[in-house]
């Protein structure tokens, strides 16, 4: 929760008022298919990235009046990480498979 919504909610908080100082800018996070289709043994990362995407629409309608867009990017396809890692072999072995 702390990365993926506090860290957020503190970035917009700090970055609204220039934004809206400066009449322009745009909101936009990096989400995953967690928060759209949650699975087994990820709850916390679900009910965060779900957060997040709440957080992202909400403070595009609290500042719709500047026609800021608020857009959630999620990633293109799965994101190497250790949890991954425990189920998909090694991330270091799947990285080097793409580059080469």
């Known amino acids: 929760m702390n990365l993926n919504v506090r860290a957020a909610f503190h970035i917009l908080r700090a970055a609204i008022p220039h934004m809206r100082n400066q009449r322009r800018g745009s909101i936009g996070a990096m ?27 909400t403070a595009a309608l609290e500042n719709r009046d500047l026609g800021w867009p608020g857009s959630r990017v999620p990633p293109l396809g799965s994101v190497p990480s250790p949890k991954s890692d425990q189920k998909k072999g090694s991330c270091a072995k799947r990285l080097l498979s793409v580059i080469l």
């Open 31 to 57: 989400g995953s298919r967690a928060g759209a289709e949650p699975a087994a043994d990820i709850a916390a990362d679900s009910a965060s990235k779900a957060a997040l995407v709440s957080l992202v629409r």
